[in-house]
């Protein structure tokens, strides 16, 4: 098994150069890239992208990536692994429109916040370099108005009584009222979610469809979800989803596998309002409530009280 490379000021210099907890979408570089180094007894690691960012990505459990993939369904762009740098540093937004950078406000670092709260920041083991916190997620979303929201989230068992009633070693709780501080501090909404409190058929059915959320440039099948939109998406509504089927191979001239993928990225995309906290049967007509939620997510986690 590999080993990690020691930590020093010079290569932590080298990561910030190279990009490292920087950029937004296929751009983004985790802050924390999941290495044969840094392997975790206790949880499911997942290295997969998030749709449509299906880029290496770094999610250290299981509860982590089904969180991420309902964010990224809802619309927002998670940023997993966000780096907290222990000193002054630009807002998680900077670089995303340039004519927004000069007025984003800046962090005074989670060494100071740290020492307000008068807890220990840490440091990088055998070191005296102080640790590089991170932000599970760190969310952006582009609104119809052509406008930028961020929201921060940290992803906890929150359901279990280690996470209510941690062992006194464990700093769990001090380091999210550090988060919630470091948040406020920037004027972004700050949550502590976890997968559970998600529906879990939204979770199964989004690891479903979510190999179909995605058609690459030039595929024939943008060509058949085109006209479909076009010509049949009104009556989609009221026809169940084998209907659709129908339409794209006998009116459109699809193959059965692709009407059948086309489908599935129209249900992921809610081209055709579809409530995906029931489960899915083509032969039934789709009830609506896939859009309200996405919009309750993103409220949620993007336009709540700080």
């Not at 406000?105 to 990088?124: A, Y």
């Amino acid at each position: 098994m590999s080993r990690a490379p020691k930590v020093t000021l010079p290569l932590i210099k080298e990561w910030i150069a190279e990009g490292i907890g920087q950029g937004h979408g296929s751009q983004y570089k985790t802050a924390m890239p999941i290495r044969r180094c840094n392997p975790s007894g206790v949880s499911v690691q997942v290295v997969g992208g998030v749709p449509p960012y299906f880029r290496r990505g770094a999610f250290y459990s299981r509860n982590e990536w089904l969180v991420g993939q309902a964010l990224a369904w809802a619309g927002t762009e998670p940023r997993e692994q966000f780096p907290i740098w222990p000193w002054e540093h630009p807002h998680s937004l900077v670089g995303l429109v340039s004519d927004l950078d000069p007025y984003l406000p800046r962090s005074e670092g989670m060494l100071s916040i740290c020492k307000d709260m008068g807890i220990d920041h840490g440091v990088f083991i055998g070191t005296g370099i102080p640790y590089i916190w991170t932000m599970d997620f760190s969310l952006v979303l582009r609104t119809p108005n052509d406008e930028y929201r961020c929201g921060f989230v940290s992803v906890k068992p929150i359901k279990e009584d280690r996470f209510h009633n941690p062992e006194p070693s464990d700093r769990v709780l001090e380091k999210l009222e550090a988060e919630r501080r470091y948040a406020l501090a920037l004027g972004v909404p700050y949550r502590v979610t976890g997968a559970s409190e998600f529906p879990g058929e939204l979770l199964t059915q989004l690891e479903w469809l979510r190999g179909a959320a995605v058609l690459p440039h030039g595929d024939q099948r943008n060509k058949f979800l085109q006209e479909f939109l076009d010509r049949f998406v009104a009556e989609a509504q009221t026809c169940p989803p084998e209907e659709w089927i129908r339409w794209l191979q006998v009116d459109l001239g699809a193959s059965g596998e692709q009407a059948l993928s086309l489908c599935h990225h129209i249900i992921w995309h809610q081209y055709v309002d579809f409530d995906l906290t029931k489960v899915i049967n083509f032969s039934y007509v789709p009830q609506p409530g896939g859009r309200a939620l996405k919009h309750y997510i993103q409220e949620y986690f993007l336009g709540g009280e700080l």
